[in-house]
């Protein structure tokens, strides 16, 4: 009886010994666990990285009134819209805004008129790329009546000056626009300074150019305006052509890039691709058709593949 006890102990404690020999499955399978983990890290390094900068599609344009009151960029914005896959932000000011959103990086490119101060903003290393786009002119026009009798002059300068000898009224756009600087440029040449003197027959508006010229023609007052925005404003608007096609009124327009070397955060990429589309020959034969069906007369001269000394710049 005593044996049985024993025999008992004895096998409780192989028992024992045999579950402490055995595998230890669950310890050794956790650390095991991690290895998932380990292997989804390097995915996610290639989501992380910057998205490449033609995955942009956003573009922001800079650029001048007198193609947004023309019509012009109804017709061309829709036309890159469509075919590139980019959506166009237009941002319609006078040149002088334009530029001074291109050199604080708040455009991604321009088109614009004023080529010496197209020149400035370029050598002060805002601009990456500057190309020749297409050229139209300027025209002096005024009431019918016409009381500083300028009608049919050849020389604009004289018409500047008949105009300031006359005290009649003048409507300036005074917003630094292309158009704007064009004037102030023919007053100088006129030896004449009312931007500064500020005599009572010269008005400033501040405004674009279709706004300056209802401004004029309630006025019966003399202006300075680009002929594409004044054809499209003819209809409604009492203000005759009186001096036109004098060298010194060409207006030339050149697309920008902004510099992406200053503002890393542009879409260059999206700059380029317009600025190439729209001096590619299918592009530059839209703006030479443009307006003809309307006015009987192309309001804008393609001039891609031109240098600006071949417009007498």
Known sequence: MKRFPLLFGLIVVLAMLFSACAPAATPGVAPATPAPAATSAPTAAPSAAPPAASGNMNLILATTTSTQDSGLLDVLIPLFEQQTGYTVKTVAVGTGAALQMGQQGNADVLLVHAPSSEATYMAGGYGKDRFLVMHNDFIIIGPSSDPAKIKGDTDAVDAFKKIAAAGATFISRGDQSGTNTKELALWKSAGVDPSGTKPSWYVSTGQGMGAT????????????????????????????????????????????????????????????????????????????????DKYGQQLFVPDAGKSDSDLGL
Do not use: C, M
């Not at 925005?229 to 697309?255: G, R």
């Not at 955060?265 to 020959?281: D, Q, R």
């Open 213 to 292: 010229l209802t401004i004029a023609s309630q006025k019966a007052a003399y202006t300075l305006s680009d002929r594409a925005t004044y054809l499209a404003y003819q209809a409604n608007i009492q203000l005759d052509i009186l001096v036109e096609k004098d060298n010194s009124l060409l207006n030339v327009y050149h697309v920008i890039t902004v510099n992406p070397d200053k503002w890393p955060k542009v879409n260059y990429t999206g700059a380029l691709v317009f600025a190439k589309w729209i001096v590619s020959p299918a592009v530059q034969d839209v703006i030479g058709k443009f307006g003809v």
